[in-house]
């Protein structure tokens, strides 16, 4: 076979290119991780019409990967009591499994956890660019208001 004229070879280098970094892409991850944190009014550890969201309450999150590696992330909440914690990486590198906690509320009156546990372990099974949802965590005030008797 004869060697492409080079006329052809900025094309052919364009490609290499091209194809080089939709193979890099391919092996790219995205992992996301999304959860909630509320403040539990009556301490009923029930989510209410009363409860409401806690802005600025700190969740931590710790993942092991496949190859073994112990990643830490620290989030904190939004004003819709909304964390995150994402990461793109490789895929033989991805997240295996993941503990997510609670760890403080700045909230003025709710500043109690209210769950039993302290934290949310699990298996981390999404594809790419596909969250996990942790189940929400509670915080309670010290004191309960009278209308929740």
Same mark, same amino acid.
């Given at each position: 076979?004869?060697?492409?004229?080079?006329?052809?070879?900025?094309?052919?280098?364009?490609?290499?290119?091209?194809?080089?970094?939709?193979?890099?892409?391919?092996?790219?991850?995205?992992?996301?991780?999304?959860?909630?944190?509320?403040?539990?009014?009556?301490?009923?550890?029930?989510?209410?019409?009363?409860?409401?969201?806690?802005?600025?309450?700190?969740?931590?999150?710790?993942?092991?990967?496949?190859?073994?590696?112990?990643?830490?992330?620290?989030?904190?909440?939004?004003?819709?009591?909304?964390?995150?914690?994402?990461?793109?990486?490789?895929? !033989?590198?991805?997240?295996?499994s993941c503990l997510a906690r609670p760890m403080s509320s700045f909230h003025l009156h709710c500043t109690r956890r209210g769950d039993a546990h302290s934290g949310v372990?699990?298996?981390?099974?999404?594809? !790419?660019?596909?969250?996990?949802?942790?189940?929400?965590?509670?915080?309670?005030?010290?004191?309960?208001?009278?209308?929740? !008797?």
């Open positions: 076979m004869a060697a492409a004229p080079p006329r052809w070879w900025p094309l052919l280098l364009q490609l290499a290119i091209a194809l080089g970094i939709l193979l890099a892409a391919a092996e790219a991850w995205t992992g996301e991780i999304r959860g909630r944190v509320v403040c539990d009014v009556c301490g009923d550890a029930a989510i209410g019409p009363e409860d409401h969201a806690l802005e600025g309450a700190e969740v931590a999150v710790l993942c092991i990967t496949k190859s073994g590696e112990v990643i830490n992330y620290q989030a904190f909440t939004n004003s819709k009591g909304v964390y995150t914690v994402a990461e793109t990486m490789p895929e !033989s590198d991805r997240w295996d372990k699990f298996t981390y099974n999404k594809s !790419s660019g596909n969250p996990h949802t942790v189940k929400p965590f509670l915080y309670k005030p010290a004191t309960i208001p009278l209308y929740c !008797s």
